[in-house]
Nanobody, 114 residues
Framework: QVQLVESGGGLVQAGGSLRLSCAASGSIFSIMGWYRQAPGKQRELVATITSDGTTNYADSVKGRFTISRDNAKNTVYLQMNSLKPEDTAVYYC??????????WGKGTLVTVSS
């Protein structure tokens, strides 16, 4: 059974940085990524990365967040810099393979204080 285990969330002041990690079990995923859900809002895409390193970012995080992955460890990272209060949300790891349903982690809370 596939498991995605996130870590690295916490409380940080505006302008600060955090690094999220998501370790996945099983074989490599074609796409891994991060989504977030703020209170009262829908879950939204933050960033994705393919197995060959192609990345995609939401406009709201471009230039501040960097997604990366270590295929040998089956782990995806999200480096978050210049954090803003509006980045406060539960961040979810997502992993997908072709012809399979997407897998989700349980989420890690990021709180940015002003």
């Amino acid at each position: 059974q596939v498991q995605l285990v996130e870590s690295g969330g916490g409380l940080v002041q505006a302008g600060g940085s955090l690094r999220l990690s998501c370790a996945a079990s099983g074989s490599i995923f074609s796409i891994m990524g991060w989504y977030r859900q703020a209170p009262g809002k829908q879950r939204e895409l933050v960033a994705t990365i393919t197995s060959d390193g192609t990345t995609n970012y939401a406009d709201s995080v471009k230039g501040r967040f960097t997604i990366s992955r270590d295929n040998a460890k089956n782990t995806v990272y999200l480096q978050m810099n210049s954090l803003k209060p509006e980045d406060t949300a539960v961040y979810y790891c997502n992993a997908r393979r072709v012809f399979e349903v997407p897998y989700w982690g349980k989420g890690t809370l990021v709180t940015v204080s002003s």
